[in-house]
């Protein structure tokens, strides 16, 4: 089987959610081949199947690759999900550090994005994890504002 071919049924896998068909096509191409969005769903499989190392090697070359060609969004919401990863993982410092960038990313893009409301998840829980329940609240409202308003699911499940 060529590369193109590997890659478009590891694509293909990835829409019918068969992760582990998606986590080998992707995983075992040249990392040249893949793109960002690649990077993205092989993150996702190998998240999926429990191989975090894996996923957050992916987020990384996502965000690389999403900077490099000015995808600024694309970035943040890689950078989003590298935080969520570690900060899941108990790796606070490392999982801040990438919420912070994701901040600084999104200061470049003006107007209502969804990837807002993303961001608004780490501060949710940074407020719930302190015991200021009020505030989590107005944060998880906004959140499913955000979700709502650009029909993400992910996002209003998060909320």
Known sequence: ???VEQLIRAREAYDRREWLATYDGLSNAAPDELTAEDFARLATAAYL?????????????AYQLNTDAGEVLAAVRSAFWLAFVLLTSGETAIGGG?????QRLL????????????LLVHQMFRHIFAGELDTALRLAEQIVGYGRRFA????VAQG
């Open 49 to 61: 199947l429990g191989r975090r190392n894996d996923c957050v090697q992916a987020l990384q070359r």
């Open 152 to 155: 993400d699911p992910d996002l």
């Open 98 to 102: 990438w919420v912070a960038r994701a």
């Open 107 to 118: 200061t470049e893009i003006d107007g209502d994005v969804v990837e807002r409301g993303y």
């Open 1 to 3: 089987m060529g590369v």
